[in-house]
């Protein structure tokens, strides 16, 4: 009998529950339901197509996308269907899926951004981009925003590859950035960038313009020592990866901290390097790249203290 995932809530109780685990994905077997990824990283049974290093996440309508070593691993839920795709891949790491189920890759050997198609069939390329970091897509006003780590800039392109904007430089003032790497756009549009050897994060309009700044480097609850991934749930609330802490950081809009999840280790609900992290905003459902464990753990973010539906 499979394990079944065990049961853990942040905050522990007697508080209000607010992130439940799900469960760990480990290889392309997990795609097909149950308490899959906890029997196969104990116990050592079949995990099928497993991860080698990966990186970033991106997630949909209820499909995974992550990159990792020379490849991009799609995980359909809901048809119960895994995909792997290399081919020109040669370092994949930025991910980000678009509303039409169109997938943007950057690469940074190949120094550009591949589309695909969402059954990982590829539809061509666009842009240059030195060393990309985090991608996400604005569905609302049909934008891909990336990351250029080396350039300390963001790009904003359409979704056809027209580069729109650019922002950033090197730097430690607003708007400047330091090694940026986490991207992601809440519902009003803002972008909001992981700058991660300012240790902090910055909030931009929609048009690039800076707004605010958050967080500095320390060893508290709220503070930053290697921030990574950043995600944004259906509420507004940011989730930030540390792979020093071997947690995400849950922040309001403002950058007041809500909540943390995890601890440094190997076990559910812990870490070891965590990096990229996704919220599919259709469910709320949670992502983390956990890099030196080799997998996906999952979680939930619970709205009022509840799960929604099993799928």
Known sequence: MPAKPPVIFWPAPPGKPRIK????????????????????????????VGFTKPVFAAAKNDVLYVTDLLTLHIYDFKNKKYTEVNGPLRTPSGVAAGPDGTVFVGDSTRK????????????GTFGFINSPGGFAVDDARKRLVAVDAASDQVYVYSLSGKLEFKFGGKGAGPGQFNIPYGVAV??????????????RVQVFGKDGKFIRAFGHAGIKPGDFMRPK????????HLYVVDAAFGNF??????????????????????FQLPFGIAI?????????VDQINRRIQVF????????????
């Open 280 to 288: 599919d905003s259709s469910d709320d459902r949670i992502y983390v």
């Open 21 to 48: 685990f799900i469960k760990t994905i480990s290889g392309s077997n997990d795609v097909k339901g149950g308490p899959e990824g906890v029997a196969g990283y104990l116990f050592g049974d079949d995990i099928g």
């Open 229 to 236: 991934g950043i995600a944004v749930d259906s509420q507004g």
């Open 249 to 270: 950081q849950i922040f309001d809009e403002k950058g007041n901290l809500y909540l943390f999840v995890g601890t440094n280790g190997a076990a559910p609900g812990q």
């Open 186 to 199: 809440d519902p009003k549009g803002n972008i909001i960038v992981v700058d991660s050897g300012n240790f």
């Open 300 to 311: 939930q973010y619970l709205k009022n203290g509840a799960a929604p539906a099993p799928r």
């Open 112 to 123: 550009t951004i591949f589309k695909f198609d969402s059954s990982g069939r590829e539809l």
